[in-house]
C-alpha cells in the first residue's frame, strides 16, 4: 500500500469525541435513540462531515446516509463500509460509532493521499441497529437486504406508539427509495468487540470469522394468584418459582451443548406485590451459537426446560418470535482483512461475532467481513464503554488497508 496513506489518529479521534457529545450523558456514555431528535443532530454532522471529505451523499427511504467517494470506473460496484449511530438508552461512545466515523476517516485519508480507487468507496449509517426503540434490531439494513419489507419497517412502533415511518419524516431523513444500495462488491465493518476476548489474548485486531445465529424466544408461565399468608405449599400454583427453574434450566442449556450461550434478559411478574404469591410471569431468552446444529440443540432443549417447569399445576408456554441463523463471512474478505493486519504488524486473533451487526444481513446478499478492536473489560452497551484511541486508530487502518486491496488502486 502506499506511504502515503495513513490514518489520522488525532483526527479520527476529535471526530469520535465530537459524535459522542451528542447526545452525551451524565455518566460518560450516550443515549442517542434511533430517530430521536439526538440521532437528527448526529445525522446532520456526519452528511456535513462526508460533504467536506468530498463525498456525494443521498438518503434512502429507510434514512441510511450514504456518502460515495467516486472511484476511476464509474459503474464498477462499491466497497461498502459503515455501521450505525444509534444506540441503547445508556450506551457507549464507540458502539456502531467507530464504524461510521472509521469509514469517513478511510475516505478522508484517501482524499488526503490524493489517492484513486478502480470501485467507489461508500460509506454507510444504517438506521435502527440497536432495535430498542423500533423492533427489530438491523432493522434498515434488514429491508435493503431483503430480510424485512418496506411496510413492516414503516409500521414499527415505540413504547409511545410513534411509527418508524412517522418518525423518519419528522427529523428529516425520509430519503427516496432510488437512492438505497443496490450492488456492492464487498462490505466492511469496523466495530468494537464488545467483549473481552481480544484483550485477553492481548490481540489488537480481531479477524472477524462470522456472526453467530439467534433464537429469541417469549415464555409465558401462568400459574395462580393467591395470598402468600394462608395458602399452603401444597396448594400454590407459583409461576415465580417454576419461571426460576426456567433461568436455571436455561443456565445449564450453556452449560451442556458446547457452543452455545443462553440468556434470560427480561422478566415481568405479575401483580409483583410482597404479599401476593405471582400468577403470571413473561420472561425472554437469547439463545447463541455459531452452529447451527448447536443452535436447534440450544432451542430444543428450551422446550424441554419449559415442559419440566410445567410440573406442579403452572401452565407454561414458550415460543421463538426472532431467529438470525450463524452467518460466516466471504473468505475473500477475510483474506483482505487478515493480510491488511499484517502488514501493520497487528497481532490479530480470529474470532466470531457474538452479538448482531448489520454485516449479518449484508453478508447474506454480498461479500461481508468485519473488523474488531478491543473493548476494555469487555464492557459495551455500558457507559463505560471503552477503546483507547490507539486501538481505534489501528482499527481504521486496518479498514483502510482493507478498502485500498478491495477497491483497487486506479
Given at each position: 500500500?502506499r ?16 459524535m ?45 446516509i ?9 459503474d ?17 461512545r ?28 461508500e ?5 435502527n ?63 468494537i468487540e464488545q ?9 489488537q485486531?480481531?479477524?472477524v ?14 400459574g ?7 395458602t ?22 450453556a452449560?451442556?451443548?458446547p ?20 400468577g ?58 487478515a ?26 446478499r ?6 474488531f ?30 478498502v ?5 488502486e486506479?
Amino acid at each position: 500500500m502506499r506511504r502515503d496513506l495513513r490514518i489520522d489518529g488525532a483526527r479520527l479521534w476529535t471526530s469520535l469525541m465530537a459524535m459522542a457529545a451528542v447526545g452525551a450523558t451524565p455518566g460518560g456514555g450516550v443515549r442517542r435513540l434511533a430517530l430521536s431528535d439526538e440521532d437528527r443532530k448526529a445525522r446532520d454532522l456526519l452528511v456535513a462531515w462526508l460533504q467536506e471529505a468530498g463525498c456525494h451523499v443521498r438518503v434512502d427511504d429507510l434514512g441510511n446516509i450514504y456518502g460515495r467517494r467516486a472511484g476511476t470506473e464509474a459503474d464498477a460496484a462499491p466497497v461498502v463500509v459503515g455501521s450505525h449511530l444509534d444506540t441503547v438508552p445508556t450506551g457507549g461512545r464507540f458502539d456502531g460509532a467507530l464504524g461510521v466515523i472509521g469509514g469517513l476517516e478511510v475516505v478522508r485519508a484517501l482524499a488526503d493521499a490524493g489517492a484513486a480507487t478502480r470501485r467507489p468507496v461508500e460509506v454507510v449509517c444504517w438506521t435502527n441497529e440497536e432495535g430498542v426503540r423500533f423492533a427489530p434490531a438491523m432493522l434498515a439494513s434488514g429491508v435493503v437486504c431483503g430480510r424485512f419489507t418496506l411496510e413492516e419497517a414503516y409500521a414499527a412502533r415505540d413504547a409511545d406508539g410513534r411509527a418508524f415511518g412517522e418518525e423518519l419524516r419528522r427529523i428529516g431523513y425520509l430519503g427516496q427509495a432510488v437512492h438505497r444500495l443496490r450492488e456492492a462488491a464487498a462490505y466492511v465493518e469496523l466495530h468494537i468487540e464488545q467483549g473481552p476476548v481480544l484483550e485477553r489474548a492481548g490481540a489488537q485486531i480481531g479477524v472477524v470469522e462470522g456472526i453467530e445465529g439467534i433464537s429469541w424466544n417469549r415464555v409465558e408461565v401462568a400459574g395462580r394468584t393467591a395470598h402468600a399468608g394462608p395458602t399452603p405449599l401444597e396448594d400454590r400454583q407459583d409461576a415465580l418459582v417454576a419461571a426460576a427453574r426456567i433461568v436455571l434450566g436455561v443456565r445449564a442449556l450453556a452449560e451442556r451443548i458446547p457452543g452455545v450461550r443462553a440468556t434470560v434478559g427480561h422478566l415481568d411478574v405479575s401483580p409483583n406485590a410482597v404479599n401476593v404469591i405471582p400468577g403470571r410471569v413473561l420472561l425472554t431468552t437469547d439463545l447463541r451459537a455459531r452452529e447451527a446444529e448447536a443452535l436447534g440443540r440450544a432451542a430444543a432443549g428450551l422446550q424441554a426446560v419449559c415442559a419440566e417447569a410445567a410440573r406442579g399445576g403452572v401452565e407454561v408456554r414458550a415460543a421463538e418470535f426472532w431467529r438470525s441463523p450463524p452467518t460466516p463471512f466471504a473468505p475473500g474478505v477475510i483474506g483482505a482483512i487478515a493480510r491488511a493486519a499484517e502488514e501493520r504488524g497487528c497481532a490479530t486473533r480470529r474470532l466470531w461475532a457474538g452479538a448482531g451487526h448489520d454485516a449479518k444481513h449484508m453478508a447474506d446478499r454480498w461479500p461481508a467481513g468485519m473488523i474488531f478492536v478491543p473493548s476494555a473489560g469487555g464492557v459495551s452497551h455500558n457507559e463505560r464503554e471503552w477503546t483507547s484511541p490507539e486501538d481505534c486508530a489501528r482499527g481504521a487502518e486496518v479498514l483502510l488497508g482493507t478498502v485500498w486491496r478491495l477497491a483497487g488502486e486506479a
